[in-house]
């Protein structure tokens, strides 16, 4: 789960963190209030808020002298979509804009904290290249990014953090507030089951202080449980509708490009299938796990997700029944055909528990239904049957 960037300077201000201080617009009758939350003397900087990168670059940045510049950029931006280089076609929707405080910088970097799966820990990246792209840093000069890990009974902890302090140049009283960022920063992403924190830049100010000019944060989805203050701040109309409607029903989606809806048990067995209609020529319109103890009702709600696109030229079920029982997938897929009006050709593949009692009721069903023994077969025909 994401949250903008203003919700993720609130939660570094309950950290004591040093962030901008910033009014919020919803509506254009918020402006003058915003404008009275924060030392407007010599303007501000306009932020769309999106769960996006790459904001200014394409306008939803903007420094403002004046009330009506804000007018002007609030105006153009609110109840429009925002399209950048890591959003589809669509864009997202702009629903609040944030005015922050100017800071005087003197130089820039960037600084994260991310599960580290290879090292079993959590690690801090560090570079001078802050502001910039961090991808391509890497690639072109490794030697910019410095790394810290967060490993128990690391005796040499504090020494790593002041040699990381010296390569980076800062004097003492710089390495001093640089501690306490690195490790309220760390407190933050433990505490709130964090996947990933990211401040770009955290510049150096003209007074020589440490200050974090932008914030960034993915929390663990699988976390959320536990984290209700956070998941009220949830924003689903900034995450794909569908994607969105799946999580309530505890099912694994992910919007593709292509026009063949799959609905397969496992995530393994899923991969396979959206590569066995690749095989045929076919594109997946979907990744869809309805999980290894599906039943009727998620089986209903998984069909009518898929079908709730409209590029969806076709169907493929795939379901080995392990755990799962193929009958209620069938009953799953008659409920789902029986309440939705359904024009595409529908291919139905059962192996394994129940499969041959989900096979005589999806025969006696009296609906256009395909099945087939081989995925091969079944993604072959489902395939055929689209062109």
Not at 38 to 64: E, M, P, W, Y
């Amino acid at each position: 789960m994401n949250l903008h960037e203003f919700q993720a300077k609130e939660l570094f201000e309950s950290y004591d963190l040093p962030v901008s201080k910033r009014g919020l617009i919803k509506e254009l009758s918020d402006i003058d209030s915003a404008i009275d939350s924060i030392d407007f003397s010599n303007g501000c900087v306009a932020k769309v808020q999106a769960h996006t990168g790459g904001r200014g670059k394409v306008g939803g940045v903007k420094l403002c002298k004046n009330k009506e510049e804000i007018e002007n950029f609030a105006s153009s931006w609110l109840g429009k979509n925002i399209v950048t280089n890591q959003t589809d076609e669509a864009g997202l929707p702009v629903n609040i804009i944030t005015i922050d405080e100017l800071t005087d910088i003197e130089s820039e970097l960037y600084m994260s904290l991310i599960v580290d799966r290879a090292d079993k820990c959590v690690s801090m990246i560090v570079s001078k290249a802050g502001g910039m792209n961090i991808e391509e840093v890497a690639e072109t000069n490794p030697e910019k990014i410095l790394k810290l890990r967060f490993k128990k009974n690391n005796q040499a902890f504090d020494k790593e953090l002041d040699n990381l302090s010296s390569k980076l140049g800062f004097n003492s009283n710089q390495s001093t507030q640089f501690e306490k960022i690195v490790l309220n920063t760390y407190k933050l992403f433990m505490d709130k089951d964090l996947s990933l924190l990211e401040i770009n830049p955290l510049v150096i100010t003209r007074k020589g202080d440490l200050h974090c000019l932008d914030a960034k944060i993915n929390v663990d989805e699988n976390a959320l449980y536990r984290q209700e203050e956070i998941l009220a701040k949830r924003d689903a109309s900034q995450e794909d509708q569908r994607e969105y409607e799946a999580k309530q029903h505890d099912l694994s989606y992910v919007a593709l490009d292509g026009n063949i809806g799959c609905m397969v048990n496992g995530a393994g067995l899923a991969m396979g299938t959206m590569d066995t209609i690749k095989l045929y020529d076919g594109e997946p319109a979907n990744f869809l796990d309805v999980g290894g103890t599906a039943t009727k009702e998620r089986v209903g709600e998984a069909f009518k997700l898929i079908l709730s696109d409209k590029n969806v030229k076709g169907i493929l079920v795939n379901i080995f029944g392990g755990i799962v029982r193929c009958d209620l997938i069938a009953e799953g897929i008659i409920g789902a055909i029986t309440d939705i009006d359904v024009n595409v050709p529908i291919v139905v593949r059962l192996q394994g528990n129940m499969s041959d009692e989900g096979k005589l009721l999806l025969n006696n069903s009296g609906l256009n239904v395909i099945g087939q023994d081989s995925l091969m077969e079944a993604s072959k025909k489902i395939v055929e049957l689209v062109k």
